[in-house]
């Protein structure tokens, strides 16, 4: 706090700077709303003002935003909503019978019939019974209790939520965190404000992002010389890399907890996006009990979906005390209770589809995956025909992480600016062709190594006219930096 | 961790337990949604399942939670939020012109127009904008700039963000957070949560809850012996409590603040709710400006309010450099964007009615208020013929904290028992009477004094049951200790 005197009266700064403010918080990236971002809108707004550039609209592809992408929200879920919000509708003949019932059962739980009156803590009886039907339905029949099922504001805030309940201890005794890298920077950005320790486990590239068992033991003993690991988490399907894990590689990832006695957080919210031949979700829940009571009653796991499409997103706990249970229906009363209806944003809503009859439902859902598969195809198939870029297939999720080759020269010259290669790539991309995409730096890479993260989300004629340009661009960056 | 050995096998703990999860989570504590919360639902379930009682329903009066109460929602609200989440609806005759004008508003913000879609971190231009058009109207026309509007899931959130970028240092330098005792308990769970040190002054119950600079003076001075003080919070109307400071009160707060070089977090969040002849609500903001750039251009403050009938609370900042805000940008990435629909819990939604023609909207305010207000009266009135409780006016928001008197035998009766007397009070008052209260040590009180918090909320005929419940049940309390 800066203390200068001005005609001899103290002059103090503000209580509220960048050196007094709390240093956990200042230690925050968040890559996909960076710096990037935020030359984006101000470039559509310069184009609304007139400007002239070589483009006439700004295409974020840095973001998996379905809804802004033009992806049609599902019609069944959006009556739901209505109806809870205003339920003179209930009277309508326009709503379907299905909708209808649906709406009552979530009212009927809801204190005064109303969305509007706070819930308990760990979300709605009715609706945390049907995420455990939908669970057991998943897994072939193994059980799932709804009190171990905890609704949130998203799985995001159920991941910081489940990490701040693990992080303790000081100096070498701090909770260590192991989270893949490349990895959604939820995870760093939490970490960084809980003051816990990154541990990074490197994906194999080379292997299709795949998961290496030596890799993470190589990670934790490393790891164990400055800080006590106590957490793996695992995202799959991956996001960024679009990987989806083979039924082996979770079982060995489940033994490899169990015999370094680490806490599982499995974060599966991308487990209905899965467009690659051959390859299948595999929940960790499921995985572990086929592995039998040797691991199913001993290794600790919380597994995290979004249910997203709207209403919430839910948490899944096992093995786990009814102590810290308790202390996870105390945490969230911060918030008082999760918020009932929530903003939708992924393309399926799994956990409260299973039992509607609902006609509209099962099309659009299948139109909505088929139409991602497709674009999935298209992009790995377009960027392996630009020479220096390099992509994996993507068999999940909603993004593609290619590898790029950078010249020297841009490295050289990206230097000069003050800025790491790829956001330098990334930046005159934006500036030349309209193209927002994430550079690859904000997720980790290897060391030498560069990427871009772009989703697959837009329209098919859009992700094309993308793709074209990116090509151009690269060929153009390559030439001019040779 | 215990480590026993098991026929030579090393038998580890599980990674989560009691002893090794986070410290700072284990000292939160939430009273309203406590052991005695708890209870009331277990008894609900006895209920249920045919147990004999001496009510047949349990009266939730802990929680301020209006609809399940019975409090009808804000008609027009709810069919702006029915016509966002289904916008086919637009097509529909029966919804009002004003509904759908303020519902394509919205959406027209919205990317694809879709409220699925994310919005910006700071959340929603165009409800920002509207938020300092009503802030400025609320205020006489001192200026608001939406770049100083922040939009977040509920005030909670807002002020957790809040607490969390001011906390920093340790030992001696560890920042310090004064707080009302009785406060609301949102503030000690988070200061613990985020290891902040709490500096506690007290209300003058004597001085109907009012708040003496000489006590903020005494608490301050205090706390600089061991921490670092640099932030002050104030909630106005209060917060158990039920006062409404005078614009005199708030001059000489923000005076001290400037004095003490802090930083001030004035909670407005119940600013509509005053029912007090004589009673006004003045806010910090519109107090601050009006008292000159001395004070204007020098004290920083944020200060909050919750629109809680659906869409967002807000945060608005002053004094504050850009940096910081890039910060508070930054950090609500971690959950990406404001929610955009919102659970709806209080009685009014100020921010979104100043300008609608809507003619359903003002009658339904104004009996919600009227209704309030009465209770108020009854409430302050029914307590004050009881011998051994004295209750202050309900001036504003929607709670009472009467003072009870126990017999000393009671109160030895609760320590054997190994509660604390009020809490022993409140337990047998939901035993025998099915009433749900929240026990005034949840909210801190002076040494010596035992209160319980009540929400006004039940509807009239129900909430004069209830004042008579109490009444019968203090006198039979008394006698039996006494």
């Not at 950005?189 to 795949?210: H, M, P, T």
């Not at 995202?235 to 680490?262: M, Y």
């Not at 979700?281 to 249910?307: D, Q």
């Amino acid at each position: 706090m800066s203390q200068e005197a001005v005609n001899g009266v103290p002059c103090r700064g503000k209580v509220l700077t960048l050196d007094t403010m709390n240093p956990n918080v200042k230690r925050v990236e968040y890559a996909v709303r960076g710096p990037i971002v935020q030359r984006a809108v101000q470039i559509e707004k310069e184009l609304r003002e007139g400007a002239k550039k070589p483009f006439t609209e700004v295409i974020k592809a840095n973001i998996g935003d379905a809804h802004a992408m033009g992806q049609k929200p599902v019609t069944f879920l959006r009556q739901v909503l209505a109806l809870c919000s205003y339920p003179e509708l209930l009277e309508d003949n326009k709503f379907p019978e299905d909708a209808k019932k649906r709406a009552r059962r979530i009212l009927g739980a809801c204190g005064g019939q109303s969305i509007g009156a706070y819930s308990a803590s760990q979300g709605i009886e009715c609706v945390r019974q049907d995420v455990a039907r939908y669970i057991e339905k998943r897994d072939g029949g193994i059980p799932s209790n709804p009190d171990n099922i905890y609704l949130s504001t998203g799985a995001s805030d159920a991941i910081v939520t489940m990490l701040k309940l693990l992080v303790c201890g000081e100096g070498r005794g701090r909770t260590g965190v192991m989270i893949s890298i490349p990895q959604y920077p939820l995870y760093s950005a939490a970490l960084a404000d809980l003051g816990a320790v990154q541990i990074n486990y490197y994906l194999d590239e080379d292997k299709c992002w795949s998961l290496d068992i030596k890799e993470l033991r190589r990670a934790v003993t490393e790891a164990r010389q400055h800080c006590n690991p106590r957490v793996l988490c695992i995202i799959n399907p991956g996001n960024p890399t679009g990987q989806v894990q083979s039924r082996q590689c979770i079982e060995d990832v489940i033994r490899f907890a169990k015999e370094e006695h680490l806490f599982l957080m499995a974060d599966e919210v991308y487990q209905d996006n899965v467009y690659a031949e051959g390859c299948a979700f595999h929940s960790f829940k499921k995985v572990l009990f086929e592995m039998g009571p040797e691991y199913s009653s001993t290794v600790e796991m919380a597994s995290f979906h979004s249910t997203s499409k709207c209403y919430m997103g839910d948490i899944q706990i096992l093995n786990h005390t009814v102590i810290i249970q308790a202390y996870l229906n105390k945490k969230d009363p911060i918030s008082l209770c999760s918020i009932l209806i929530r903003k939708s944003k992924r393309t399926l809503q799994p956990s409260h589809m299973y039992s509607t009859q609902n006609q509209l439902l099962f099309p659009e859902r299948t139109a909505v995956l088929a139409a991602l598969a497709e674009k999935a195809r298209l992009t790995e198939q377009v960027f392996n025909t630009v020479p220096g870029i390099t992509c994996n297939p993507v068999q999940g999720a909603m993004y593609t992480f290619p590898r790029i080759t950078l010249p020297q020269k841009a490295i050289d010259k990206a230097k000069e600016a003050g800025q790491v290669p790829d956001m330098f790539y990334c930046m005159r991309l934006l500036e030349e062709e309209g193209i927002c995409l994430v550079p690859g730096s904000g997720f980790g890479q290897r060391e030498g190594t560069f990427h871009f993260r772009m989703t697959i989300l837009p329209p098919t004629e859009k992700l094309k006219i993308v793709l074209q340009k990116i090509r151009d661009f690269h060929q153009r960056f390559t030439q001019e930096f040779s």
